[in-house]
């Protein structure tokens, strides 16, 4: 996958489309991310010992097809390129040739 946790990406699809922010967490088995401010959902939740239960707010994951990294020069979404310097494999961004590790 060619997201990483850090990456600053922008919603493209869905109901959440339009938003940005940065990734929380990644999902390689599920082939999704999270977000962090965004698709917000609201979970019930049951109290214990130490906490009291209620309703909490909490990011839910998004397919990875539907975000796409923000170019760190020209500051729009672009897809994602890899080249090879010093025998390390490095992302590009396909936009403005930026190297984005």
């Known amino acids: 996958?060619?997201?990483?946790?850090?990456?600053?990406?922008?919603?493209?699809?869905?109901?959440?489309?339009?938003?940005?922010?940065?990734?929380?967490?990644?999902?390689?088995?599920?082939?999704r991310v999270i977000i962090e401010g965004v698709n917000m959902v609201k979970k019930h939740t049951k109290g214990n010992g130490q906490e009291s239960g209620g309703i909490v707010e909490r990011e839910a994951p998004i397919h990875r097809s539907n975000v796409m990294i923000i170019d760190p020069k020209e500051k729009k979404p672009?897809?994602?390129?890899?080249?090879?310097?010093?025998?390390?494999?490095?992302?590009?961004?396909?936009?403005?040739?930026?190297?984005?590790?």
């Open 1 to 31: 996958m060619s997201i990483k946790v850090g990456d600053k990406v922008v919603v493209i699809a869905g109901s959440c489309k339009g938003s940005e922010g940065k990734v929380k967490k990644v999902l390689k088995d599920e082939n």
């Open 78 to 101: 672009t897809r994602i390129g890899h080249s090879i310097e010093n025998n390390k494999k490095v992302r590009i961004s396909k936009k403005s040739g930026e190297k984005l590790d």
